[in-house]
T-cell receptor, first 114, second 112 residues
Framework: GENVEQHPSTLSVQEGDSAVIKCTYS??????FPWYKQELGKGPQLIID?????GEKKDQRIAVTLNKTAKHFSLHITETQPEDSAVYFC?????????????FGSGTQLTVLP | DAGITQSPRHKVTETGTPVTLRCHQT?????MYWYRQDPGHGLRLIHY???????DKGEVSDGYSVSRSKTEDFLLTLESATSSQTSVYFC???????????FGQGTRLTVV
């Protein structure tokens, strides 16, 4: 089955700096890569996703890049703000099939220092 | 949280007792999932359902069973709880034509 590795496990940045979180996946058939943000006491919430036919996607201060050949994808957050502090999870799955089974990375605790 | 209600939100139970967690959705989404979240492991899929009475096993299904008799409800049962099942459990929903999965707020289960 799919295996997703995520690094780093913790990340501290100064407010206004950029943050980068990296993930690798094992199954070359995976074609959907979402990123979730989880705030304390809440469930994960989708912040951005990318499909395998796209190399990069941006949404305001957040961007995701995908390298299919190397089987890795990254989350980039620019101009970080204190409200960006949370746990971030990457995931991988197939978009086809009867139900979408997401395989998650182990998470990154991002702390934005004021 | 996209019309998803998990109950109970917190539960402490003793080893060997049966436990049922409930996920209720008001979005009429076809797919429903149960994940568990443990430090260092992210979220791992326990079971999922792709329709009423249609369920299948996920990555960590041993010791768990599920049932879905109505579109809106997906139950997760621990027949005989063990300490290794102490975790935070999340329900999620999605639709076939939409890639996004929506998560509930979680149930914190402690088995003592």
């Amino acid at each position: 089955g799919e295996n997703v590795e995520q690094h780093p496990s913790t990340l501290s940045v100064q407010e206004g700096d950029s943050a980068v979180i990296k993930c690798t996946y094992s199954d070359s058939a995976s074609n959907y890569f979402p990123w979730y943000k989880q705030e304390l006491g809440k469930g994960p919430q989708l912040i951005i996703d990318i499909r395998s036919n796209v190399g990069e996607k941006k949404d305001q201060r957040i961007a995701v890049t995908l390298n299919k050949t190397a089987k890795h994808f990254s989350l980039h957050i620019t101009e970080t703000q204190p409200e960006d502090s949370a746990v971030y999870f990457c995931a991988a799955s197939l978009t086809s099939g009867s139900a979408r089974q997401l395989t998650f990375g182990s998470g990154t605790q991002l702390t934005v220092l004021p | 949280d996209a019309g998803i209600t998990q109950s109970p939100r917190h539960k402490v139970t003793e080893t060997g007792t049966p436990v049922t967690l409930r996920c209720h959705q008001t979005e009429n989404h076809r797919y429903m999932y149960w994940y568990r979240q443990d430090p260092g492991h992210g979220l791992r899929l326990i079971h999922y359902s792709y329709g009423v009475k249609d369920t299948d096993k996920g990555e960590v299904s041993d010791g768990y069973s599920v049932s879905r008799s109505k579109t809106e409800d997906f139950l997760l049962t621990l027949e005989s709880a063990t300490s290794s099942q102490t975790s935070v459990y999340f329900c999620a929903i999605s639709e076939p034509k939409n890639t996004e999965a929506f998560f509930g707020q979680g149930t914190r289960l402690t088995v003592v």
